[in-house]
């Protein structure tokens, strides 16, 4: 059987974490900030971890992880 290839997009978006969870940074931070306020900023640079409706989406797109 051939091996299996990764979706080098999703490498880039997704952390495996050591109880084997995936984790994803949050959304709204790109842009358009100031009038966001702080405490909402720091929120959002924390990581989130993917909810496990879409975990398996995710596992598919990193064979080895």
Do not use: I
């Amino acid at each position: 059987m051939p091996k299996l290839k990764t979706r080098k997009a999703a490498a880039k978006r997704f952390k495996v974490t050591g109880t084997g969870k995936f984790m994803r940074r949050r959304a709204f931070r790109n842009h358009l900030l100031d009038h966001k306020s702080t405490k909402l900023k720091r929120h959002l640079a924390t990581k989130a971890v993917v909810d496990e409706r879409d975990a398996d989406n995710v596992s598919l797109m990193l064979p080895y992880s």
